[in-house]
Structures are given as C-alpha cells and as structure tokens.
C-alpha cells in the first residue's frame, strides 16, 4: 500500500511559479510510474506530466504544459515534484499525485492551484 500527500500548492499571479511535492510512504517497489494530473472546476481530471520510475526516468507531458512544467522524482526520498513556470490562469486547478503499480494505482488528496492577478 502506498500513501501520497501532495503539497506546495497556493495562490500566484500570472507568470509565476509554482513547486509542488508529492511524499509517498509504503513500499514502491512495484510502482512503475509516477504522474501528476489536474482537475479544474466543472472539467475532468487530466494527465499533466508522467514519469517512468526506472533509472533517472522518461517523462512525458501534456501538449498544454509542455516548456512550462517539470516532473521528477528522487526515488531515495521517495518524492515526486512538478515544477510549473509562466503559470496562466488556465492553470488553475486541484493537482493530484498519482502512483502506478501493476494491478493498483495511488493517489494522494490533490492541492489546489490558483493563479489569478
């Protein structure tokens, strides 16, 4: 079982940046993935970025935040981040944390992202 808490969250102004952190306790041996998703007000959640969890990891991203976003992962500490730069309003949204495992997948209790002047 894998427990995830996200964080970094908040209110920014157009332009800004943002670093959220997810933290994952429990085994991850058997992940084999990690992605961040967003859900923004009346839209269904969608996949921002994706990260393999083998060696220093293959990412992928959505076409919307692509230039804009970075995922990583420090497996040591069993971290997840995504950086977010020139954030605009679309952006606004609750990020969530997921994990991939076979047969399961995790998600952490999402932090909401506000970016509004």
């Known amino acids: 079982q894998v427990q995830l808490v996200e964080s970094g969250g908040g209110l920014v102004q157009p332009g800004g940046s943002l670093r959220l952190s997810c933290a994952a306790s429990g085994s991850i041996f058997s992940i084999y993935a990690m992605a961040w998703y967003r859900q923004a007000p009346g839209k269904q959640r969608e996949s921002v970025a994706i990260?393999?969890?083998?060696?220093?990891?293959?990412?992928n991203y959505a076409d919307s935040v692509k230039g804009r976003f970075t995922i990583s992962k420090d497996n040591a500490k069993k971290m997840v981040y995504l950086q977010m730069n020139s954030l605009n309003t679309e952006d606004t949204a609750i990020y969530y944390c997921n994990f991939k495992g076979i047969g399961a997948s995790y998600w952490g209790q999402g932090t909401q992202v506000t970016v509004s002047s």
């Open positions: 990260i393999t969890n083998s060696g220093t990891g293959s990412t």
